[in-house]
Nanobody
Framework: QVQLVESGGGLVQAGDSLRLSCAASGRTFSTYSMGWFRQAPGKERDFVAAISRSGGNTGYADSVKGRFSISRDNAKNTVYLQMNSLKPEDMAVYYC????????????????????WGQGTQVTVSS
């Protein structure tokens, strides 16, 4: 079991940057693949980025490739999402999630592939 708490959201202008953080409790953070998802008003929760246990593998949604970067610091039990060149289309509540299976598979791209979720942090991008 792991508890996840996101932070770092806020209001920014288009073209600005934000770094989201997800702090995890427990002793087993390094055993989880981690993901970031986002949900805009009236929309379903969509995949943004994922990272393997050691950070050696990452994956991104096409809409954020080249702009967002996921990373993790297992010593700090924290996963990050660096968001650059933000667009109004990026406005959403961003959630981090933990996946129990150690294998970094295609399941990391789907909400059903994760076992634990944070409460989310709001990112607002004005044009």
């Amino acid at each position: 079991q792991v508890q996840l708490v996101e932070s770092g959201g806020g209001l920014v202008q288009a073209g600005d940057s934000l770094r989201l953080s997800c702090a995890a409790s427990g002793r087993t953070f390094s055993t989880y693949s981690m993901g970031w998802f986002r949900q805009a008003p009236g929309k379903e929760r969509d995949f943004v980025a994922a990272i393997s246990r050691s950070g050696g593998n990452t994956g991104y949604a096409d809409s954020v490739k080249g702009r967002f970067s996921i990373s993790r610091d297992n010593a700090k039990n924290t996963v990050y999402l660096q968001m650059n060149s933000l667009k109004p289309e990026d406005m959403a509540v961003y959630y981090c999630a933990a996946r129990t299976p150690p294998r970094f598979s295609s399941n990391v791209y789907y909400t059903a592939g994760y076992d634990y979720w944070g409460q989310g942090t709001q990112v607002t991008v004005s044009s």
